[in-house]
């Protein structure tokens, strides 16, 4: 796939989405404040917005990924590269920070949260976002609520890994897919009710079809090359109908086949400045995991109200994204492709 695309920038953008929409009720605003909420008629968020796109451009290029792994184990090597280590220093920075922040009769060291937290969180199902004695008093108590999405995009890696024994097959993929697709689309659609309230490992039923189908999407039209077969034509016209879908309060219904067209069109569209963006570095993932844990320190501190705490958290979140980009994810990933044990005999072997 050709690097001259705009995905860097897309993810960027879907990441800021993500810390303006979390500004509201964490400086104790509604949600139901936002502009696109509003012309929206209560159809969209701009959290929800960004999350899609997320799940969106990430079932195209794992998909990719999976296709280009010699391996499972080197599947399985790369996707854990590409979210642990950061997670990993994100949560040890937060129990480290903690204490300036911590308020309970309980000792620090001694309280059962503290010490479950890196754990928990580390294995993804065992998802923990509060702390007792840590931000009790904002409107909002939690340390790291952005947390909760990763353990959906973990289980989607796996489930897309069934595939790998069909790499060489496409017809097979873009089917298996395809019925997945539209299995997921049939549940949604008119099913929704007996499932949303369900959960497993943690995972709540109606995320698990919604983020579901939009990565499933963007799995499917990396299998069919979307990137080769789109027209520039196409984003305007999916543009077109899902304004129409949201006037007629029907976005809902159409928004997991038009909004993965419109994503992976502008994402592929020759746009000079914007596919440049990502020299800086891929700072979504950093600016992901770290705003909320910076929004709930300044309402902490500061008691900022929407407005102030979008910009300075955006500011900071965006800072911390760059930070983590080059200081964790980057020298992460360069291990991607190096062998396990320092002995390509050896990896060999135990790859077979």
């Known amino acids: 796939m050709t690097k001259k695309n705009n995905f860097d920038f897309l993810r960027f953008l ?23 909420y509003q012309i929206s008629n209560g159809q969209i968020v701009l959290a929800r917005l960004g999350l899609d796109g997320f799940f969106i451009i990430s079932g195209y290029f794992i998909f990719q990924s999976l296709q280009r792994s010699s391996s499972l184990f080197n599947y399985y ?3 854990f590269l590409r979210l642990f280590p950061a997670l990993f220093v994100v949560l040890i920075l937060t ?6 922040v911590y308020e309970s009769s309980v000792p620090f060291i001694k309280n059962k949260d503290v010490i479950t937290y890196l754990p928990y969180n580390l294995s993804l199902y065992g998802f923990q976002p509060v ?6 008093d904002n409107p909002y108590h939690s340390i790291n609520g952005s947390l909760w999405t990763i353990r959906y995009e973990f289980s989607l890696y796996i489930a897309l890994s069934l595939l790998f024994v069909f790499r060489k097959h496409q017809k097979v993929q873009v089917l298996s897919l395809a019925l997945c697709f539209a299995s997921l689309l049939i549940i949604y659609n008119g099913f929704l009710y007996r499932f949303a309230g369900s959960s497993i490992f943690g995972m709540n039923g109606y995320e698990i079809l919604d983020l579901g189908t939009f990565f499933v999407c963007g799995s499917l039209l990396a299998a069919l090359n979307f990137e080769k077969i789109f027209k520039t034509w196409l984003a305007p016209l999916a543009i077109i109908i899902i304004s129409g879908s949201i006037y007629f309060n029907v ?5 997991h086949i ?4 419109i994503v992976l069109s502008v994402g592929f569209m020759p746009l000079p400045f914007f596919s440049t963006f990502g020299k800086i570095g891929d700072m979504s993932y950093g600016i992901y995991i ?3 844990p910076v929004q709930q320190t300044l309402v902490y501190f500061y008691k900022l109200n929407v407005y102030q705490l979008m910009l300075w958290s955006l500011l900071l979140s965006i800072i911390f994204g760059y930070l983590s980009w080059h200081l964790v994810e980057k020298r992460a990933l360069k291990f991607k492709n190096r062998p396990l044990f320092g002995n390509k005999k050896l990896l060999t072997l135990h790859q077979l």
């Open 77 to 79: 090597k790369k996707r």
């Open 14 to 36: 879907f990441a800021v989405f993500v810390v303006i929409s979390h500004s509201y009720p964490l400086s104790g605003a509604s949600e139901s404040s936002q502009w696109i």
């Open 95 to 100: 129990l480290i920070f903690a204490p300036i």
């Open 258 to 261: 038009v909004l993965p067209i």
């Open 251 to 255: 976005y809902d219904m159409v928004k």
């Open 290 to 292: 770290y705003s909320f």
């Open 131 to 136: 702390v007792n004695g840590i931000f009790d």
